[in-house]
């Protein structure tokens, strides 16, 4: 029992001193001070900005992704040759690279739905 009660105080104070030394950074980042504050890394604003940047990145490289998916199955069908397992397994990966490009694009295109149905709504964003 002394063993654990020695490791809970030892956390403590490990703690306190962390927190401690980290304080004079964090009210250096506090903003508006000048030279001391955090760059935004990700330039973005709002929940919104940060889904569409989100969103952007996952299509840009999802798209290449299915190409290649898309060449792949090819590949495979190809290289069946008649036999009946083979082209089984390249029926396969064709149909799920569609399922996955479908859901990217649906995906894409239910966010561009809701984005166009909150601007008539009267919101002031960009649905680009």
Known sequence: ???KNYNCKKF???TLALALSLL???TLAAPGTGAGTIPNPINQTSI????KGVLKVVL????PVAALGLVFSGFLFVKARGNEQELTKAKSVFFW???GTAVILGAWV???GICQTVVKLGAQINCQ
């Not at 919104?48 to 889904?51: C, D, E, I, N, V």
């Not at 840009?60 to 798209?63: D, F, G, L, R, T």
């Open 1 to 3: 029992m002394k063993n």
């Open 48 to 51: 919104l900005g940060l889904l």
């Open 60 to 63: 840009e490289i999802s798209i």
């Open 110 to 112: 239910l966010t561009q």
């Open 12 to 14: 403590y104070w490990s």
């Open 24 to 26: 004079p950074h964090l």
């Open 97 to 99: 690279v569609i399922v």
